[in-house]
């Protein structure tokens, strides 16, 4: 099969200088992140813990861990409205010290969660 313009190893070749770069910048980056060294020994990444079956791997952000404090507040705005404004994702944001796309993300999954559990109830 022809090579040529446009083609996926054209273009794999073409951005980010290539693929081997793309590839080495990946590996550079995972090389450079923090392991967790408690009592169990080195966090396995997420690659590395996706391997036995369920969702899809994403490296990044490890899992929040929200407090009891944190959920206590974030539950009750949640009761009062279940879409956040910007001015209310501010103030938890500031007031939970997390970040604004937490909040965001948290309200989001809470949206689901409260989907499913209606939808169940019927």
Request: glycine share 10%; aromatic share 6%; net charge positive.
């Amino acid at each position: 099969m022809d090579k040529g313009r446009f083609s996926v190893e054209w273009l794999a070749q073409s951005s980010c200088g290539g693929a081997r770069t793309v590839h080495r910048h990946l590996r550079d980056a995972q090389d450079s992140r923090p392991r967790d060294l408690g009592p169990g020994g080195p966090e396995r990444s997420s690659l590395e813990a996706d391997e036995g079956g369920g969702g899809a791997a994403v490296p990044g952000r490890p899992r929040t861990k929200f407090s009891a404090a944190q959920l206590q507040e974030l539950e009750r705005s949640f009761r009062e409205q279940r879409y956040i404004g910007a001015s209310e994702k501010r103030r938890l944001a500031a007031l939970l010290n997390l970040s604004q796309s937490q909040i965001k993300t948290w309200f989001q999954n809470r949206r689901m969660k409260f989907k499913r559990e209606t939808q169940d109830a019927r």
